[in-house]
């Protein structure tokens, strides 16, 4: 058994880790560290975990006793909390901030589908983001054929659950707010293209299509529904086939011959996409949950290819059936 420690445990992935960790087989949760919440039952704030675990939030993080540390905590404090704690040498990281996306300081980018064989080599893995994942999974059959178009725009319109935006409450999650109401954000400008740039020019280094991010905020709680449209001259079939190859030893990656929605992968580990050909665009659609394969599952995922285990471990969690 390997024991793993979590630091920033009171948000939303935090939870979602927690739950899918105190089920893993190959897993112990040493400590789950929180400064403000120390001595307090796990129960008291993530409330689904009732009759679950009795595990207690701890103020300490003995690093040289763990063999993994994730770190869940607000994007930009990774590096604070290198820049205050030394890593032993044998340690294991799977950050979930967005502090080490750019592969600075030793870290792989940790999307399986596309760095599979560094992250089995890893001992720092930086966990993409929500929207990136998704986005990305839409992508990469393409860049790896040398098939995103050259030149023209790539136009991307991706709605979002509120918990994307964190457990600290803002005036844009407040449910009165957010209720029966949706709204952009960070048009063209959203911090997640790095890192699908970055990806795309990895598997086609000519790559410089401009990707237009629409991100919306969605009246719903959980999950991320993308629609990618660009220009294609392949026919429906070559392009089905392009992506079922891509991912035929993808264990979370769906292809599916019919229209998706995105309830068919809140709750699970998985990323299902539609593709339709129509007068020369190519329309991807991608449903995913954003704490599961947009964040706490991926870590999960990363975990087990870097132990060396089927990375499907902990992770056959099933959909609503309705």
Same mark, same amino acid.
């Given at each position: 058994?390997?024991?793993?420690?979590?630091?920033?445990?009171?948000?939303?992935?935090?939870?979602?880790?927690?739950?899918?960790?105190?089920?893993?087989?190959?897993?112990?949760?040493?400590?789950?560290?929180?400064?403000?919440?120390?001595?307090?039952?796990?129960?008291?704030?993530?409330?689904?975990?009732?009759?679950?675990?009795?595990?207690?939030?701890?103020?300490?993080?003995?690093?040289?006793?763990?063999? =993994?540390?994730? @770190?869940?905590? $607000?994007?930009? &404090?990774?590096? /604070?909390?290198?820049?205050?704690? +030394?890593? %032993?040498?044998?340690?294991?990281?799977?950050?979930?901030?967005?502090?080490?996306?750019?592969?600075?300081?030793?870290? =792989?980018?940790? @999307?399986?589908? $596309?760095?599979? &064989?560094?992250? /089995?080599?890893?001992?720092?893995? +930086?966990? %993409?983001?929500?929207?990136?994942?998704?986005?990305?999974?839409?992508?990469?059959?393409?860049?790896?054929?040398?098939?995103?178009?050259?030149?023209?725009?790539?136009?991307?319109?991706?709605?979002?659950?509120?918990?994307?935006?964190?457990?600290?409450?803002?005036?844009?999650?407040?449910?009165?707010?957010?209720?029966?109401?949706?709204?952009?954000?960070?048009?063209?400008?959203?911090?997640?293209?790095?890192?699908?740039?970055?990806?795309?020019?990895?598997?086609?280094?000519?790559?410089?299509?401009?990707?237009?991010?629409?991100?919306?905020?969605?009246?719903?709680?959980?999950?991320?529904?993308?629609?990618?449209?660009?220009?294609?001259?392949?026919?429906?079939?070559?392009?089905?086939?392009?992506?079922?190859?891509?991912?035929?030893?993808?264990?979370?990656?769906?292809?599916?011959?019919?229209?998706?929605?995105?309830?068919?992968?809140?709750?699970?580990?998985?990323?299902?996409?539609?593709?339709?050909?129509?007068?020369?665009?190519?329309?991807?659609?991608?449903?995913?949950?954003?704490?599961?394969?947009?964040?706490?599952?991926?870590?999960?995922?990363?975990?087990?290819?870097?132990?060396?285990?089927?990375?499907?471990?902990?992770?056959?969690?099933?959909?609503?059936?309705?």
């Amino acid at each position: 058994m390997k024991k793993v420690g979590i630091i920033g445990g009171a948000g939303y992935t935090a939870g979602e880790l927690i739950r899918l960790l105190i089920n893993h087989p190959e897993i112990n949760i040493s400590f789950v560290h929180s400064s403000s919440n120390a001595g307090k039952k796990i129960t008291e704030i993530h409330e689904g975990l009732l009759g679950e675990t009795d595990l207690i939030f701890s103020d300490s993080h003995p690093l040289d006793e763990i063999d =993994i540390l994730f @770190l869940c905590s $607000a994007h930009g &404090d990774s590096k /604070k909390f290198w820049e205050n704690n +030394a890593r %032993p040498e044998k340690l294991k990281v799977i950050d979930l901030a967005q502090d080490f996306r750019d592969e600075s300081d030793g870290y =792989i980018y940790g @999307l399986p589908e $596309a760095n599979i &064989d560094r992250i /089995k080599g890893a001992g720092l893995i +930086a966990n %993409p983001g929500c929207f990136a994942t998704a986005i990305q999974l839409s992508l990469l059959p393409l860049a790896a054929a040398d098939l995103l178009p050259k030149n023209g725009d790539i136009n991307i319109t991706a709605l979002t659950g509120s918990t994307g935006a964190g457990v600290k409450p803002g005036s844009t999650t407040h449910f009165s707010w957010r209720n029966d109401n949706i709204s952009v954000y960070k048009p063209f400008t959203h911090q997640h293209l790095k890192e699908i740039t970055m990806t795309l020019k990895k598997l086609q280094s000519d790559f410089s299509s401009r990707i237009n991010f629409i991100p919306v905020r969605g009246d719903f709680a959980r999950g991320i529904y993308a629609i990618t449209t660009l220009e294609c001259n392949l026919s429906q079939e070559v392009v089905s086939k392009l992506y079922k190859d891509y991912y035929f030893d993808a264990p979370f990656v769906v292809i599916s011959d019919n229209p998706i929605d995105m309830k068919q992968a809140v709750n699970t580990n998985k990323a299902v996409i539609n593709l339709m050909v129509h007068d020369g665009k190519l329309l991807v659609t991608c449903a995913e949950d954003n704490l599961l394969k947009g964040a706490s599952g991926q870590a999960v995922q990363n975990m087990n290819i870097m132990l060396g285990i089927d990375q499907t471990t902990g992770l056959r969690l099933k959909p609503s059936a309705f």
